[in-house]
Nanobody, 124 residues
Framework: QVQLVESGGGSVQAGGSLRLSCAAS????????MGWFRQAPGKEREFVVA????????DFADSVKGRFTISRDNAKRTVYLQMNSLKPEDTAVYYC?????????????????WGQGTQVTVSS
């Protein structure tokens, strides 16, 4: 099992930026694609972005394309989510997740390890 800890959440005004980090520990991090999901109050958890093990491939939800970027530093066992041009509708708890496979997926049930989540609040 991979343990995941998110950090970097907070409160910003619309148009601002935040950078989330997800640090992995425990059993192998190697070979795993990583994803970010979010859940707003009263809504289901939704896919945001995922990155392959190599970092060469990333998949973005349409709602964040062009505003969010994802990167990873495998030596540091950390994945980053840079969020720019934030909107009030981006307000949610953001979760980091790890797959067993190296390629990305948008399906939350294909991720086997989850962090505890970090709150992102964007005010208008």
């Amino acid at each position: 099992q991979v343990q995941l800890v998110e950090s970097g959440g907070g409160s910003v005004q619309a148009g601002g930026s935040l950078r989330l980090s997800c640090a992995a520990s425990g059993r192998t991090f190697d070979g795993r694609a990583m994803g970010w999901f979010r859940q707003a109050p009263g809504k289901e958890r939704e896919f945001v972005v995922a990155i392959s093990w190599s970092g060469a491939s990333a998949d973005f939800a349409d709602s964040v394309k062009g505003r969010f970027t994802i990167s990873r530093d495998n030596a540091k066992r950390t994945v980053y989510l840079q969020m720019n041009s934030l909107k009030p509708e981006d307000t949610a708890v953001y979760y980091c997740a790890a797959r067993l496979l190296a390629i990305t997926s948008r399906k939350s049930d294909e991720y086997v390890s989850w962090g505890q989540g970090t709150q992102v609040t964007v005010s208008s």
